[in-house]
């Protein structure tokens, strides 16, 4: 650590003593962790429980800077939601897929009202009750309508805000920087310059640490903005993609009405100019100085730091431990900057035009840990009218992603098993690891697991219904390895596996008829799936348990065997609201759709022909109609995924002479 950080984080530290202890903390002081650790736990969890804090201190436990006075930068950014957002989302989607990625890719669409400024761990509840407090005063005077005008240039694309109502956000930002001066027992000082309507404060330290990439102890500021607000869609593009960014951007139409939201971020101020990747497959370190990785962790990575590193290989720090090593780069993608940083709170100021938003981020409508009561609907009769489209049963059934056994054939068991019987890998699409059996892995020939590209697809369509905006409430999954799997990827992508657990039916496995042999194959029992980490139900009582499951089973059984299974599923969550998701195999998107469209069954010579063209991750989207009692099928929430093959490449062959 260099002298001066040293000085600053000695400064730091010695403000950490004679602090009141906040509530969230008592309970981690009384676990035996120190006070200031367990601050900085809190901060870097939102302050949303103190069992969140807790397992990221379990999980911190080798990290070599959790001692380190260390504090978050905090910023304040006023976010659109509703109709406003999804269609600032399929922009960003749009632009990316026509011109590539540019700089307002990395983070979510948004207004900026503070940029980022430091704060110390134990005043982070200051910030929070001055972002209730400037929000209760404006509340009445903030704009029902904020009128967006569309600006272009060569490397800027845009909407500025309207000067009457920037006005208004710019006083907001200021109250709120004002505020926390006050509950921080700092004084205001007047500003040089500020824009017009702006009231003349600044605000003298609320927070040590940096506001800027100088550490500076001596002059850190709650800077609101003073110049034009301004809600960014491209930035850094290249020149000849201009028109086409701006044909996307003038079909936005961004003059309706709008649920506005303050939203505070924070973010770890040392990896501010790192590039951030996501881990793709799990990784196992085969030596002391490399990450272990699960998928879903984000690993930071100082792209002018990379000098130790082999080919194929960079040196990053997890995010989810702290800890600093090596990782194979190729079970990595690159990934949003802001997808790290943490939600804290929101204020919200007028009614919610999708009406799920007021359970954002849990920590978001609370305060304390206490739930904020609702804002008062400015129409009864809209809202109901909203409630009403919201409040729609939905659910979508998805085919598991890529198999192995569908890239190295039915033979794929004896290239990776050893001749006494374990696992290895002999190539990238093999999965890294298969879960322990009770009979071993001569029942994974029956029952194959996803490849690594089956898993890849997998997050890939959860990534795709996050940013769709879909509830989904419940989750049921055929009982075969590769479902469970898909699943469980489409749950983490969509931050739910911590609040659904995966509800294995049986009654949609296969047409047994297409399975080899003349027994039905040996499923993970779900206590094997218990201990390989998948999160099922074991208080679920399927329509077909495992044992009733037919050998060779004729196509009206197996249709019936659908039929009844689909009906059992949608009864068993009669009060769910939003999506329920339904994980199966090719066939399911025709066997289990058509009873609840209220068809029959097709042909079967027609359902084979079918089937075989459903490619891994196809979908089919079902609403329910209440007022004719009918369901309906509708457009998916994502698109199709589509990619080519891949062939084995021997790098013997192109030795000369061989």
């Known amino acids: 650590m260099a002298a001066g950080e040293t000085q600053v984080y000695a400064k ?8 009141r202890t906040p509530s969230l903390l008592d309970p981690l002081l009384g676990l035996g962790f120190p006070a200031h650790t367990a601050l900085k736990a809190l901060a870097a969890t939102g302050r949303k429980t103190a069992e969140e804090a807790a397992d990221w201190l379990h999980r911190h436990c080798n990290d070599p800077s959790l001692d380190d006075p260390i504090p978050q930068e905090y910023a304040l950014f006023l976010c659109p939601t509703g109709s406003l957002l999804e269609k600032l989302e399929e ?30 761990d134990q005043k982070v509840e200051c910030l929070y009750e001055a972002l209730k407090r400037a929000g209760d005063r404006l509340l009445g005077s903030f704009p029902s309508v904020v009128p967006l005008v569309l600006h272009s240039s060569i490397s800027y694309l845009g909407f500025f805000v309207s000067d009457s109502s920037a006005d208004v956000i710019r006083e907001f930002a200021m109250m709120f ?31 040590l640490g940096l506001c800027s990439p100088h ?3 001596e002059d850190c500021t709650v800077k609101p903005c003073t110049k ?10 290249y ?12 079909a936005l139409h961004p003059g309706h009405s709008c649920q506005w939201t303050a939203a505070l971020y924070s973010r770890d101020m040392r990896f501010v100019h790192y590039q951030t990747l996501r881990a793709l497959f799990q990784y196992r370190p085969q030596n002391v100085d490399e990450l272990t990785l699960t998928p879903g962790d984000y690993i930071f990575v100082d792209p002018t730091q990379q000098d130790e590193a082999s080919e194929g290989w960079v040196i990053g720090v997890s995010q989810r431990t702290g800890c600093r090593g090596f990782l194979p780069e190729n079970y990595t993608e690159r990934t949003r900057e802001c997808d790290t940083w943490v939600k804290h709170r929101t204020y919200t100021f007028s009614l919610a035009v999708d009406l799920n938003s007021r359970k954002d981020g849990d920590a978001s409508s609370r305060r304390n840990g206490e739930l904020r009561p609702p804002q008062r609907p400015r129409s009864v009769g809209s809202a109901q009218a909203l409630q009403a489209t919201i409040r729609r049963k939905s659910v979508l059934v998805v085919r598991h992603g890529e198999r192995v056994d569908q890239v190295f054939g039915k ?16 190539d990238l699409n093999f999965p890294c690891s298969l879960p322990r059996r009770s009979s071993g892995i001569k029942d994974f020939e029956s029952d194959p697991p996803l490849s690594s590209c089956g898993v890849f697809q997998s997050r890939m369509a959860g990534e795709a219904l996050r940013d769709s905006g879909i509830h989904v409430t419940s989750v049921f999954t055929s009982p075969a390895l590769r479902c469970v799997q898909t699943a469980k990827h489409i749950l983490e992508e969509l931050k739910l596996e911590k609040k659904l657990k995966i509800r294995v039916e049986p009654g949609i496995f296969e047409w047994t008829k297409w399975e080899a042999g003349k027994t039905t194959p040996t499923l993970m029992t779900l206590e094997e799936l218990k201990e390989a980490s998948f999160d099922v139900c074991t208080e679920y009582w399927p329509a077909f348990p495992l044992a009733s499951l037919m050998p060779a089973e004729s ?3 197996y249709v019936d065997r659908c039929a009844v299974s689909v009906e059992h599923i949608v009864s068993s969550c009669p009060q769910d609201v939003g999506v329920t998701l339904i994980v199966g195999h090719g066939s399911a998107l025709d066997s289990c759709v058509r009873p609840l469209l209220g068809l029959p069954p097709r042909d079967s010579s027609d359902f084979a022909q079918l089937v075989r063209k459903i490619p891994s991750l196809g979908m089919c989207f079902c609403e329910e109609n209440k007022e004719g009692g009918k369901w309906e099928l509708a457009a998916p929430p994502v698109k199709t995924l589509t990619h080519g093959s891949n062939s084995a490449f021997n790098w013997r062959n192109w030795i000369p002479g061989n």
């Open 12 to 19: 730091v530290n010695s403000k950490l003593k004679g602090r």
């Open 91 to 120: 922009f960003w989607r749009e632009s990316k897929r026509q011109c590539t990625k540019n700089r307002a890719h990395e983070v979510f669409p948004h207004i900026t009202l503070c940029d980022f400024f430091t704060c110390e």
């Open 177 to 207: 920087a004002t505020e926390a001066a006050v509950l921080a027992g700092r004084r205001p000082q007047p500003v040089a310059h500020a824009g017009p309507g702006v009231s003349q404060w600044k605000v003298t330290p609320l927070c």
């Open 215 to 217: 550490l500076d102890t």
């Open 228 to 237: 034009q607000l301004h809600l960014t869609l491209a930035h850094k593009f």
């Open 239 to 250: 020149p000849h993609h201009q028109r086409t960014l701006e044909q996307l951007a003038r």
């Open 411 to 426: 033979s794929w068991l004896q290239q990776c098993a050893t001749p006494d019987g374990k696992y290895y890998r002999p």
């Open 555 to 557: 196509y009206d059984e």
